[in-house]
T-cell receptor
Framework: DVKVTQSSRYLVKRTGEKVFLECVQD?????MFWYRQDPGLGLRLIYF???????EKGDIPEGYSVSREKKERFSLILESASTNQTSMYLC??????????????FGSGTRLTVV | AQKITQTQPGMFVQEKEAVTLDCTYD???????LFWYKQPSSGEMIFLIY??????QNATEGRYSLNFQKARKSANLVISASQLGDSAMYFC?????????????FGGGTRLMVKP
């Protein structure tokens, strides 16, 4: 019954490492999103993609990049991890349009700690 | 300016009582949708309820209802008969028409704690 899968639940990385967070959905959704969640700040959009090989910056893209080579997979890349990127990362997917009451389907999150 | 504001960082409620979680929003788009999600300590985000800007009636889903006051731009979540399992973070979110990719904007969240 799993629909959006994030590859790791918990991750510990060292400062300066290149980090890959993977997200896979099996619902044939066009749109995929990466958010980070921090206490008091809610969910902030990092990047999203509305089609294969397409990407758009969200509110806080600095220090991150993304890759979407296949429709079902959306990867978040931390080029050089820093301690201020310690956070919960949430992946989500949605249909492109049409169903007005359709929000997101979320993955279970990756809690990343950068030491 | 914040598009979604949740002014209550944390709240307590007695089991079996009703509780209201506040959400105000800011948009000039006449067509938009409002969502509430629940996030238990396990981390997954669970969709609770949706309200469209043109919906005439307040949305209800079981014990959840949405007190939608369009002129005041508020969309408060009401949970009736609170249960211990309702203890969680709750997020209000908005989608504006024309948002690329059906993007949602989220508030800062409210942590609800239900006391036995």
């Amino acid at each position: 019954d799993v629909k959006v899968t994030q590859s790791s639940r918990y991750l510990v990385k060292r400062t300066g490492e290149k980090v890959f967070l993977e997200c896979v959905q099996d619902m044939d959704h066009e749109n995929m999103f990466w958010y980070r969640q921090d206490p008091g700040l809610g969910l902030r959009l990092i990047y999203f993609s509305y089609d294969v090989k397409m990407k758009e910056k969200g509110d806080i893209p600095e220090g991150y990049s993304v890759s979407r080579e296949k429709k079902e997979r959306f990867s978040l890349i931390l080029e050089s991890a820093s301690t201020n990127q310690t956070s919960m990362y949430l992946c989500a997917s949605s249909l492109s349009s049409g169903l007005s009451n359709y929000g997101y389907t979320f993955g279970s999150g990756t809690r990343l700690t950068v030491v | 300016a914040q598009k979604i504001t949740q002014t209550q960082p944390g709240m307590f409620v007695q089991e079996k009582e009703a509780v209201t979680l506040d959400c105000t929003y800011d948009t000039s788009d006449p067509s938009y949708g409002l969502f509430w999600y629940k996030q238990p300590s396990s981390g997954e985000m669970i969709f609770l309820i949706y309200q469209g800007s043109y919906d005439q009636q307040n949305a209800t889903e079981g014990r959840y209802s949405l007190n939608f006051q369009k002129a005041r731009k508020s969309a408060n979540l009401v949970i009736s008969a609170s249960q211990l399992g309702d203890s969680a973070m709750y997020f209000c979110a908005m989608r504006e028409t024309g948002n690329a990719g059906n993007m949602l904007t989220f508030g800062g969240g409210t942590r609800l704690m239900v006391k036995p």
